[in-house]
């Protein structure tokens, strides 16, 4: 009975944070919408989540914490600059010029080209399912493109969203070596500091219009405080998410918190819906449902490969939940 709670629990944990993720792409397009840039978007998000985890570290590892962050900082930086800066970025750019539910679909291509870095890169045999899972992803792509009639969909849009996917698989490669270093509370906040000090240099702070979040801000034919928005983007969309996803992967196996995450795409699809009245045309919804079919696939496969160390890749690499 205890074990059957543990899990149910761990469920909760991460269908809550796969659908608290999932909010982040409408309420920040509302933002930018209003005046903020992708980029000054990202950069609140990112350093309001930096303020807040940074005291939490401090009161919940102390020292340890501190340790653990500096003796990995060399990957903590990477990861901050790729799987905090520039996935959430180049999302924010993406979801700016396409609907939020087809960006995030681009970005939940990361575990293809995790199998295509696999392959190509360390020259890894990896299972065939694994090349159906990507060839599966690529059809999907096609048809959200809808490729056979010139491509329809916003190229700078999509090329941001492929970039994110990115950045999330260069985040599901570096979590092999911070596993066991670093916990998710204080790779979260180093990754934030990272982050927020990268953005800080490219995304103008000095131009961002602060006034937006006294004003009223508009998210399809409703309107809410713009402070309200940014609030939830960085309380609930960022620090909460990430927490509850930690505590998902605690009490859950990595793989099955992995495939829960893939809801946050159905949270967003939602989300746009309910507030930006965003709707997908009928290939969209059919090829971003090939595309999540063939990333699934992509994902299950990489935990069953083994790099040339002999040291298995830990299904916990694979957890997409990041914007």
């Known amino acids: 009975m205890p074990m059957y709670s543990t899990k149910s629990v761990g469920l909760g944990f991460a269908l809550f944070s796969a659908v608290t993720f999932g909010g982040s792409g409408p309420f920040a397009k509302a933002l930018i919408g209003a005046g903020f840039t992708p980029q000054q978007a990202a950069w609140v998000r990112i350093l309001g989540a930096a303020v807040l985890l940074v005291p939490l570290v401090l009161v919940l590892r102390g020292s340890a914490g501190l340790r653990s962050a500096r003796a990995s900082w060399k990957?903590?930086?990477?990861?901050?600059l790729t799987g905090i800066a520039g996935c959430q970025t180049l999302f924010f750019i993406a979801?700016?010029?396409?609907?939020?539910?087809?960006?995030?679909m681009l970005e939940f291509t990361g575990?293809?080209?995790?199998?295509?870095?696999?392959?190509?890169?360390?020259?890894?045999?990896?299972?065939?399912?694994?090349?159906?899972?990507?060839g599966i992803a690529?059809?999907?792509?096609?048809?959200?493109a809808e490729v056979w009639s010139?491509?329809?969909?916003?190229?700078?849009?999509?090329?941001?969203?492929?970039?994110?996917?990115?950045?999330?698989a260069t985040y599901f490669i570096l979590i092999d070596k911070l596993t066991g270093v670093a916990d998710p509370l204080v790779m979260t906040a180093a990754g934030s500091v990272v982050g927020a000090i990268l953005l800080t240099l490219i995304s103008a702070p000095w131009g961002v219009p602060w006034h937006v979040l006294a004003e009223s801000v508009a998210m399809g034919d409703r309107h809410a405080p713009g402070w309200l928005l940014a609030a939830?983007?960085?309380?609930?969309?960022?620090?909460?998410?990430?927490?509850a996803g930690a505590a998902a992967v605690q009490r859950l196996s990595a793989a099955i918190a992995g495939a829960v995450a893939y809801v946050e795409v159905v949270a967003a699809c939602v989300f746009a819906l309910i507030l930006l009245n965003e709707r997908l045309?009928?290939?969209?919804?059919?090829?971003?449902?090939?595309?999540?079919?063939?990333?699934?696939?992509?994902?299950?496969?990489?935990?069953?490969v083994a790099p040339p160390s002999e040291t298995p890749v830990p299904t916990d690499a694979l957890d997409p939940s990041l914007t």
């Open 232 to 243: 939830w983007l960085i309380v609930v969309s960022t620090v909460i998410a990430y927490l």
């Open 281 to 304: 045309t009928t290939n969209q919804i059919i090829g971003g449902t090939i595309v999540l079919l063939g990333a699934f696939v992509a994902q299950s496969s990489v935990g069953k």
């Open 111 to 134: 575990p293809v080209l995790v199998v295509l870095w696999l392959k190509y890169g360390q020259k890894v045999a990896v299972p065939r399912s694994a090349a159906i899972g990507v």
């Open 75 to 80: 990957p903590l930086v990477v990861y901050g």
């Open 95 to 104: 979801a700016s010029r396409l609907p939020v539910g087809v960006a995030l």
């Open 138 to 144: 690529l059809i999907g792509l096609a048809t959200v």
């Open 150 to 168: 010139g491509l329809t969909i916003d190229l700078i849009g999509l090329l941001a969203g492929l970039a994110a996917a990115a950045c999330q």
